[in-house]
């Protein structure tokens, strides 16, 4: 009986059945294979489209939009909140921050009755203390919950103003209009944390100058003590608090020397724009698709096309590259299962934010309905479920 559940449940989740597109389980997305998307949507400051691919056994990115009151109140104010993380090590912190930063932003929004980088920067401190102490409680039963962590990009646009913030290696890039030449350019938004960027390494040194070996060139990949190649997160609690640095933590995440200073941070870096009418959107998108196409590349393919399934194409462009750097054939690549798919790509995730200039220039007390759309991967019901060695 129990074997014919199992088989139930695997005709429903099998991935790569291809037989049906069903829905994505909460958020009016569909899912086809691997991919979830959300061809078309309204916020509250124009349409958005958004999509997911999975290549991890289990879905390491997770990402949200949230349109409507961006406080615990019904007077607002109203905006849109744009939320793209990259997990590694597991998906347990991108999940969590899935389910808590936004309550965060919206409880301190409540309490200074306004959006403010103040207000975003205690939303990710609250989200980082938040994991802390679930890795504190399962530390003793699951210890390498110590080495799980996630990138965070978010972006709010709230009265004209949009504010990106961010840890790791996801980016926000803006498609600006050009008046003289008619163009449509890219403006790149966020700043990265990844040890690949010299100023990133500059940074690591200046804050750890006692330690010389605190980022090292390992296999062509420069790491941070050899480890991660992102120098700010969320999680990642092995490198940030020295308890967490030993057994029973596999062997290979513990560090020789105990350290006294975190060595990753998770403190975003915080820009703020005021929207122009020449802005005509936003992609948000996990390093997963950056390493595929170019800011400019991306843009274009935006701008030439209609909108509706932008982050869908943006996806498919991405792996039609990522099939082509291995010399396979796309429709083969999409047969491959989730697992080992990430030999050929990662999770990738995408997110464009169309902006209508009549709807930016309008007060942020104007009330319109929240929507809220997450993205889902094929995750099954529990670990022991999944296909393939457990
Ligand atoms: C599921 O998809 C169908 C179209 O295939 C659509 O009519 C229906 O509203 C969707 N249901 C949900 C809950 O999104
Ligand atoms: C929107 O959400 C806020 C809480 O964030 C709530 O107070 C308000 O009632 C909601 N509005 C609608 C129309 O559901
Ligand atoms: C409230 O907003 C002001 C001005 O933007 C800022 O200086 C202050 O730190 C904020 N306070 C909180 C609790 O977020």
Not at 12 to 32: A, E, L, M, T, W
Not at 335 to 356: M, Q
Request: glycine share 8%; hydrophobic share 35%.
């Amino acid at each position: 009986m129990l074997s014919g559940f199992m088989n139930f449940l695997w005709a429903c989740f099998r991935p790569c059945s291809g037989r049906h597109v069903h829905n994505g389980s909460d958020s009016g997305g569909r899912q086809d294979g691997l991919l979830w998307y959300k061809d078309t949507g309204h916020h509250y400051n124009g349409d958005f489209s958004m999509a997911v691919v999975q290549a991890n056994n289990l879905l390491e990115d997770q990402t949200q939009l949230e349109s409507g009151s961006l406080s615990l109140q019904e007077s607002g104010p109203y905006g849109t909140f744009v939320g793209v993380y990259d997990g590694h090590g597991g998906p347990e912190t991108s999940r969590f921050i899935n389910t808590y930063l936004f309550q965060h932003l919206k409880r301190f929004t409540s309490e200074n009755q306004s959006m403010s980088v103040e207000v975003i920067k205690k939303a990710f401190q609250s989200t980082e203390e938040g994991f802390l102490s679930v890795v504190s409680k399962q530390w003793t039963m699951k210890p390498q919950i110590a080495a799980v962590g996630s990138c965070c990009l978010v972006g709010v646009v709230c009265g004209g103003t949009l504010y990106i913030a961010n840890l790791g290696d996801s980016r926000a890039v803006l498609g600006r209009h050009v008046k003289a030449t008619g163009e449509v350019i890219a403006i790149q938004l966020s700043d990265e944390h990844n040890a690949c960027i010299e100023s990133v390494r500059q940074e690591l040194h200046s804050a750890h100058p006692d330690d010389s070996q605190i980022v090292v060139l390992k296999h062509n990949v420069w790491r941070v003590k050899g480890l991660i190649q992102i120098s700010r997160s969320i999680g990642d609690v092995y490198l940030k608090k020295a308890e967490f640095n030993r057994a029973p933590l596999y062997a290979k995440f513990r560090l020789r020397e105990p350290f006294k200073r975190p060595i990753l941070s998770s403190d975003p870096s915080i820009s703020v724009h005021q929207l122009q009418p020449r802005d005509q959107f936003i992609i948000f998108a996990s390093d997963g698709l950056w390493e595929h196409l170019s800011n400019q590349e991306a843009v274009d393919i935006v701008q030439n096309h209609p909108r509706t399934g932008s982050a869908k194409r943006l996806v498919k462009v991405a792996l039609r590259k990522a099939a082509k750097k291995r010399e396979i054939r796309y429709s083969d690549l999409k047969k491959i299962d989730r697992g080992v798919r990430r030999h050929f790509h990662d999770d990738i995730t995408v997110v464009v934010l169309f902006l209508n200039s009549n709807l930016i220039s309008r007060a942020s007390s104007i009330r319109a309905p929240n929507v809220s759309v997450k993205g889902a991967g094929v995750n099954l019901p529990s670990n022991t479920l999944a296909p393939g060695p457990t």
